[in-house]
């Protein structure tokens, strides 16, 4: 079934036009009998029908990954924005894997930038303390081509940003001075940047090859952007993800009781330096949370939740366990309930 049908099927379904509907006149819904690929075609509609960034709140990674992949390959990988969890902790503090932190600064930049319509993210990542977005957004720094600008000036400015000075650059968050050549490796971009000075003034730059060092393309300009974001700080008083989301958003809570132990499943790690207010922690995020349209994805109607509910009567496909009697006692039931007997199932033994 093409792209197209399937976003048609959901936006037409009656229980997602009265979610939407009842959204319009009040904060929050619910919607239970979401499953799989369910969430991001829903996801989806509620980006195109609400006209706003949509972020999505999961609870599990592995799931919380495949709905950012399902979003790209349904609207494109520049639209879509991950802010992953995935952590070491060595000795107190905490390093990330470079994959992990390179789609961290990335999503920071895109939102401040207002490119990202989805963020793809866990509850958890909202205890990480942030720069102030403010001081992150004045700290960027813009290069074009043409531009006169001290040479030394730019190489201190990238110190300062945390940029590592290497021989060669070939991973991101390094850097290499040769000459009048400075190169740059943005945890934000796919490959680095070659930037050409004459004197003061840039003559090129260029994206390159990391591997062969062989320029690949020109470009006229780049924003660099500070690339340590991690505070290493988990008390309250700091920013968070929250403070770069902007006001202009639906939030989307799948599973809010796992939610919350995700959450604090996270902040217990540091009950000893929170004395005990990891409780209040979730409450003034919660708090937060209620200030944006939320929709939230139930399997079961809790009692906390005050929501109109809505059932879409969805549920995941059975594995079966790799037993093939089961499977055909299924097939059995579907030709008996759906089809009325009408065919004859395939013979399984």
């Given at each position: 079934m093409a792209k197209q049908q399937l976003k048609s099927l959901i936006h037409k379904a009656p229980s997602v036009i009265r979610a939407k509907e009842t959204l319009s006149k009040e904060n929050s819904v619910s919607l239970r009998g979401v499953t799989g690929s369910l969430k991001s075609l829903l996801l989806i509609d509620f980006l195109e029908?609400?006209?706003t960034r949509v972020v999505y709140l999961g609870c599990d990674t592995e799931e919380t990954e495949q709905i950012k992949e399902d979003l790209e390959l349904f609207i494109g990988e520049e639209r879509v924005a991950y802010f992953p969890v995935h952590e070491i902790r060595y000795h107190g503090w905490f390093t990330s894997h470079t994959t992990s932190k390179s789609s961290r600064v990335s999503t920071l930049e895109r939102l401040l930038e207002r490119e990202a319509q989805v963020l793809v993210t866990e509850a958890s990542a909202f205890t990480i303390n942030l720069p102030s977005p403010s001081d992150y957004l004045k700290s960027k720094l813009l290069l074009r081509v043409g531009d006169h600008v001290e040479?030394?000036?730019?190489?201190?400015r990238l110190f300062e940003f945390g940029y590592r000075r290497e021989e060669f650059v070939e991973q991101p968050g390094e850097m290499s001075v040769r000459g009048g050549i400075v190169d740059v490796f943005p945890h934000s971009c796919n490959y680095p940047i070659r930037i050409e000075f004459w004197g003061d003034t840039i003559e090129s730059l260029r994206e390159f090859d990391p591997y062969t060092q062989r320029s690949t393309r020109s470009i006229e300009k780049i924003t660099l952007y500070p690339q340590e974001i991690n505070k290493n700080e988990e008390r309250p008083g700091g920013f968070n993800l929250l403070d770069y989301i902007g006001q202009d958003c639906?939030?989307?809570?799948?599973?809010?009781?796992?939610?919350?132990?995700n959450f604090l499943s996270k902040l217990l790690f540091y009950e000893?330096?929170?004395n005990g207010q990891y409780e209040d922690r979730w409450r003034l995020f919660e708090q937060k949370l209620n200030n944006f349209p939320k929709i939230n994805f139930i399997s079961f109607h809790d009692q906390e939740i005050k929501d109109k509910v809505f059932d879409l009567h969805c549920k995941n496909q059975d594995t079966f366990r790799g037993n093939l009697k089961l499977f055909r006692n299924f097939i059995k039931e579907v030709n008996h309930k759906k089809l009325g007997n009408h065919q004859e199932p395939p013979y399984i033994y």
């Open positions: 029908s609400f006209s040479f030394e000036k730019i190489i201190d639906l939030i989307v809570v799948d599973e809010p009781p796992l939610i919350k132990k000893d330096d929170l």
